[in-house]
């Protein structure tokens, strides 16, 4: 069975903080991991992994994966009060085509 | 990124009833998918909806108790059928756009909070 385990489960910090996410996976036919950000109800997408060491970057978010070791990680730097959300790590792949196995997630609260 | 939205955003339900969840998008896709979100868990897949055809349930969920519809590359319906309180949860649906071959980048409708009494 798929397995995507993220830690911590929870994190609290200060703005201005930098916080590291992590993410492990025991998976079949690995196609690529997706990182969401989940606020209220819809998780909105962050980014995809599919190359191992390929960091991916947007402002003050980056990802990188490594396949050989079978985790990534997601790091905020300079973490806002509009960080805190639950993070999702969501490995792609399997046996059904589209199908997506979320991680339990990580909760984040940075603090004024 | 294809724009989703779903019908209700919320509703409250007295168990035994049924509820139908509409999701529509902005532009044809390929793939559309149901999911559930139990309070304080990830999100679970309940099926992928296909167009024409019946969809395709993951193991634990029945056509009985979530029939789909999708009848173009736009729309889809879930129906929550004969709903017991532990159907209380939130249910999204979410998108596949034309293109992404099998990277599986899939974005996500703003999802139904359902309350079941």
């Known amino acids: 069975e798929d397995k995507v385990v993220q830690s911590p489960l929870s994190l609290v910090v200060h703005e201005g903080d930098t916080v590291t996410l992590n993410c492990s996976y025991e998976?079949?036919?690995?196609?690529?991991l997706l990182w969401y950000k989940q606020e209220k109800k819809a998780p909105t997408f962050l980014f995809m992994l599919t190359s191992s060491g390929i960091e991916k970057k947007s402002g003050r978010l980056s990802s990188i994966l490594d396949k050989k070791e079978l985790f990534s990680i997601l790091n905020i730097t300079a973490t806002q009060t509009g960080d805190s959300a639950v993070y999702l790590c969501v490995f792609a792949g399997g046996t059904s085509y589209g199908k997506l196995t979320f991680g339990q997630g990580t909760i984040l609260t940075v603090h004024p | 990124s294809a724009v989703i939205s779903q019908k209700p955003s919320r509703d409250i339900c007295q168990r035994g009833t049924s509820l139908t969840i509409q999701c529509q998008v902005d532009?044809?896709?390929?793939?559309m998918f149901w999911y559930r979100q139990q309070p304080g868990q990830s999100l679970t897949l309940i099926a992928t909806a296909n167009q024409g055809s019946e969809a395709t349930y993951e193991s634990g969920f029945v056509i009985d108790k979530f029939p789909i519809s999708r009848p173009n590359l736009t729309f889809s319906t879930l129906t929550v059928s004969n709903m017991s309180p532990e159907d209380s949860s939130i249910y999204l649906c979410s998108v596949q756009t034309a293109g992404t071959g099998f990277n599986n980048e899939q974005f996500f409708g703003p999802g139904t909070r359902l309350t079941v009494l």
């Open positions: 998976v079949t036919n690995f196609r690529s």
């Open positions: 532009s044809q896709v390929t793939m």
